[in-house]
């Protein structure tokens, strides 16, 4: 049974950082693309960023480029978002998600496994 924890969620305010992080469990992951999504309230849950596991090629949505870093931790099975200049507008649920097979994709429905998500709040 795969398992995607995520934990580093907070408030902060604009311009600052934070990482958040992903334990990830119950098999090996390296034939998966791992990824990072967002909902704000009232809207649609988004594509952040992805790699293929563990360290191989990203993509990064164009609101984050820049700014946002995707990597992972084969040896510890670990996800991570650093996420730097963050904006109010970057406030919301951030998810991890697996999806087998590591082409890259940025629809939800593409992935497999999901995590229960950690809030992120952006202070003006």
């Known amino acids: 049974q795969v398992q995607l924890v995520e934990s580093g969620g907070g408030l902060v305010q604009a311009g600052g950082s934070l990482r958040l992080s992903c334990a990830a469990s119950?098999?090996?992951?390296?034939?998966?693309?791992m990824g990072w999504f967002r909902q704000a309230p009232g809207k649609e849950r988004e594509f952040v960023a992805a790699l293929k596991w563990p360290g191989g090629n990203t993509y990064y949505a164009d609101s984050v480029k820049g700014r946002f870093t995707i990597s992972g931790d084969n040896a510890n099975n670990m996800l991570y978002l650093q996420m730097n200049s963050l904006k109010p507008e970057d406030t919301a649920v951030y998810y991890c998600a697996a999806r087998a097979g590591q082409a890259i994709r940025t629809m939800t429905a593409s992935y497999d496994y999901w995590g229960q998500g950690t809030q992120v709040t952006v202070s003006s």
């Open positions: 119950g098999r090996t992951f390296s034939n998966y693309a």
